[in-house]
């Protein structure tokens, strides 16, 4: 099956700082999200971009779907910004999301 | 996007006993599935919960231990049986909502098992 890798695993940032997380993918997908689980267990949306370029706020996000990457971008980090920070690809004709391991931030006050 | 709820948000229970959990949607969704999140893991699907017929599991999951309904386009219930404490996860239901492909999570319902 599809494999997705994220990079890094653990990152720890002082507030203010930008970070940038990758997730690569082994095959060609027809969905990729991004998520934010928060310390609370939820899991909230933050972008769906099987493709191209979006941006919301201090949060943007890039999908090289031919390349087989994602990156998410943060900017001027604050300390709510911690959690674990999933992708999720879903595969040609199939619906259901394989998930990364996750990135688990941390941002320092 | 779509208002999910779970219920219950958490629940402590014995080992071999069962324990329902509901998924409620607030709108018609074509398709709704199950995940597990083990303690400091990732999501990984359950199963796709299939209105009117039964759900398609993944491997390493069979109805016997995760049954799964759902009656209507907007509800669903996972039962996990025979709870060990190796059950204690996460479980988070998703919808998909027609003609889109995103998927939404619903807040998850936190299971020990003692």
């Known amino acids: 099956g599809i494999q997705v890798e994220q990079s890094p695993p653990d990152l720890i940032l002082q507030e203010g700082a930008n970070s940038t997380l990758r997730c690569n993918f082994s095959d060609s997908v027809n969905n990729l999200q991004w998520f934010h689980q928060n310390p609370w267990g939820q899991l909230i949306n933050l972008f769906y971009i099987p493709s191209g370029t979006k941006q919301n706020g201090r949060l943007s996000a890039t999908t090289v779907a031919t390349e087989r990457y994602s990156l998410l971008y943060i900017s001027s980090s604050q300390t709510t910004d911690s959690g674990v920070y999933f992708c999720a690809v879903g595969i040609q004709g199939a619906q259901k999301l394989v998930f990364g391991q996750g990135t688990r931030l941390t941002i320092n006050p | 996007s779509a208002v999910i709820s779970q219920k219950p948000s958490r629940d402590i229970c014995q080992r071999g006993t069962s324990l329902t959990i509901q998924c409620q949607v607030d709108?018609?969704?074509?398709?709704m599935f199950w995940y597990r999140q083990q303690p400091g893991q990732s999501l990984t699907l359950i199963a796709t919960?299939?209105?009117?017929?039964?759900?398609?599991?993944e491997s390493g999951f069979v109805i016997d231990k995760f049954p799964i309904s759902r009656p209507n386009l907007t509800f669903s219930t996972l039962t996990v049986s025979n709870m060990s404490p190796e059950d204690s996860s996460i479980y988070l239901c998703?919808?998909?909502?027609?003609?889109?492909?995103?998927?939404?999570f619903g807040p998850g319902t936190r299971l020990t098992v003692l």
């Open positions: 919960a299939n209105q009117g017929s039964e759900a398609t599991y």
């Open positions: 998703s919808v998909a909502l027609a003609g889109v492909g995103e998927q939404f």
């Open positions: 709108s018609q969704v074509t398709m």
